[in-house]
């Protein structure tokens, strides 16, 4: 019987495809970084070490924000299922449900709240509270 995956080992799958996700996006390092609530002096370096596969810090607020940018990302890319360029065009496009800002602007601007904000109106219940 094979051993279950190591947190460590299943946080570096799941880093992987939340940077994927980001360069998919077209994000600049800085907007990559402020979205995963990683710290202001964090030198290029270490986030091209989480491009190559180095974990994410175990962090729960980190963490956290890289579950929401998968969750945003599986949304966009199932309302536009064949076109994944128009899928990650979306997320820089203004948007009537954000005031005319971008999904991106909205979410570097407000934290976990707005990226929560966001998974909600993509899965239509943005509505109901």
Do not use: C
């Amino acid at each position: 019987m094979a051993d279950a995956p190591s947190d460590a080992a299943l946080r570096e799958q799941m880093t992987r495809s939340v940077m994927a996700t980001l360069q998919g996006w077209g994000l600049s390092g800085d907007a990559q970084r402020m979205l995963l609530g990683l710290p202001a002096d964090m030198r290029a370096r270490k986030m091209n070490q989480f491009r190559s596969g180095q974990a994410l810090p175990d962090e729960p607020e980190v963490l956290l924000r890289a579950q929401l940018i998968l969750q945003i990302g599986n949304a966009v890319a199932s309302l536009f299922p064949h076109n994944l360029s128009v899928a990650n065009y979306w997320i820089t496009t203004q948007n009537r449900h954000f005031g005319q800002r971008t999904p991106l602007d909205v979410m570097l601007d407000g934290g976990v709240e707005a990226m929560e904000r966001v998974v909600a109106h993509l899965n239509g219940t943005g509505d109901w509270y």
